[in-house]
């Protein structure tokens, strides 16, 4: 699983860094997933990083700081 949202983050990197943001694998607890957010990302509507990750692994729980 880790693998799978590494690899769905790194295909949004390139949009996230042209907003001046990144996002981060954090702690993986179960079905529970943390993502860091910063930059104009920790501001923003998480949706899009949301929509990639569930894309590759439905069913999990993301929270974000």
């Given at each position: 699983?880790?693998?799978?949202?590494?690899?769905?983050?790194?295909?949004?990197?390139?949009?996230?860094?042209?907003?001046?943001?990144?996002?981060?694998?954090?702690?993986?607890?179960?079905?529970r997933v943390?993502?860091?957010?910063?930059?104009?990302?920790?501001?923003?509507?998480p949706k899009?990083?949301?929509?990639?990750?569930?894309?590759?692994?439905?069913?999990?729980?993301?929270?974000?700081?």
């Open positions: 699983m880790e693998n799978e949202i590494t690899e769905a983050l790194g295909a949004i990197r390139s949009y996230i860094e042209a907003h001046d943001g990144y996002a981060e694998l954090g702690e993986v607890n179960g079905s943390t993502i860091y957010c910063g930059g104009r990302c920790a501001d923003c509507e899009c990083i949301e929509d990639a990750i569930k894309d590759k692994v439905p069913g999990i729980e993301l929270i974000f700081r």
